[in-house]
């Protein structure tokens, strides 16, 4: 019946410079009623983020059960597609408005939102893990392939600089 504040509380340290992510075998459950902020299923976010720390890695990509990114278990994504143009997962799939992401679409005017398919994930040149906390950090390998060339590239470091200008 009433209301409750959930909250878990994680340590914010030192991250690597490049990250590793998955994708867990369950997927994002897509559009809820208050969609936009994470307070539905905070499980779903738990488990993700639970799975990438016994797997090893930084971050769990999340998909919903059509195969579309929609976020991060703790930060949004952006994404250099093999054209250039950059893309963030469309906020209408059900992912969360992070602060970073609204950032990075009020200061960059080529950043558009998408629809961002997991299979053309292998074509990107880049994917980065955007956080307000963490900044901008480039997933430089995605269930275990190599995302792009596997290393920190020039859209990286360019929304690094676009998030510690805004501050």
């Not at 939102?113 to 956080?131: P, Q």
Request: proline share 7%.
């Amino acid at each position: 019946g009433s209301l409750h504040l959930v909250g878990v509380a994680r340590a914010v340290g030192p991250e690597p410079a490049e990250w590793r992510a998955i994708s867990p075998p369950f997927p994002h459950e897509g559009p809820a009623p208050y969609s936009g902020a994470k307070v539905t299923n905070h499980l779903l976010f738990a488990m993700a983020r639970e799975r990438a720390v016994r797997t090893g890695v930084d971050e769990a990509a999340l998909f919903d059960g059509e195969g579309y990114l929609i976020e991060g278990a703790r930060s949004n994504f952006v994404v250099a597609l093999g054209d250039g143009s950059l893309a963030t997962p469309n906020l209408r799939r059900g992912g969360v408005a992070g602060v970073a992401r609204e950032i990075l679409l009020d200061g960059l005017p080529e950043l558009e939102e998408a629809d961002l398919h997991r299979r053309t994930l292998g074509e990107v040149r880049e994917l980065i893990a955007v956080n307000a906390v963490r900044g901008a950090c480039p997933v430089v390998e995605l269930d275990g392939k190599p995302v792009g060339d596997g290393v920190c590239g020039p859209v990286a470091l360019r929304l690094r600089e676009t998030l510690a200008s805004a501050e």
